[in-house]
């Protein structure tokens, strides 16, 4: 059975930085893209960052946020800087085999969710 994890959401003021975990178990992690979505109250879920074997990320977060991964410990993280209020969202970590897509119903598993909130 594939969980995923996530923690490290929180409210920050705008300017600050947060970094989200993802712990993933019941899958051969090391097969598997890895992803952060994020849903915004009324909005799509969009994708925000993927890493496999590169790393990619929506232009509304490029420069600002960094997304890592460990095989060993089967974690994906996401460093995100200079959050702006925009960034508040429920914030997903996402899993599929293969390759990173930036389609949302192209992954399979998805965890809870961690909630970013970013005040002005």
């Known amino acids: 059975q594939v969980q995923l994890v996530e923690s490290g959401g929180g409210l920050v003021q705008a300017g600050a930085s947060l970094r989200l975990s993802c712990a993933a178990s019941g899958l051969t992690f090391s097969r598997y893209a890895m992803a952060w979505f994020r849903q915004a109250p009324g909005k799509e879920r969009e994708f925000v960052a993927g890493?496999?074997?590169?790393?990619y990320y929506a232009d509304s977060v490029k420069g600002r946020f960094t997304i890592s991964r460990d095989n060993t410990e089967n974690t994906v993280s996401l460093q995100m800087n200079s959050l702006k209020p925009e960034d508040t969202a429920v914030y997903y970590c996402?899993?599929?085999?293969?390759?990173?897509?930036?389609?949302?119903?192209?992954?399979?598993?998805w965890g809870q969710g961690t909630q970013v909130t970013v005040s002005s």
């Open positions: 890493t496999r074997w590169m790393t």
């Open positions: 996402a899993a599929k085999p293969g390759s990173t897509t930036k389609d949302r119903y192209d992954y399979n598993y």
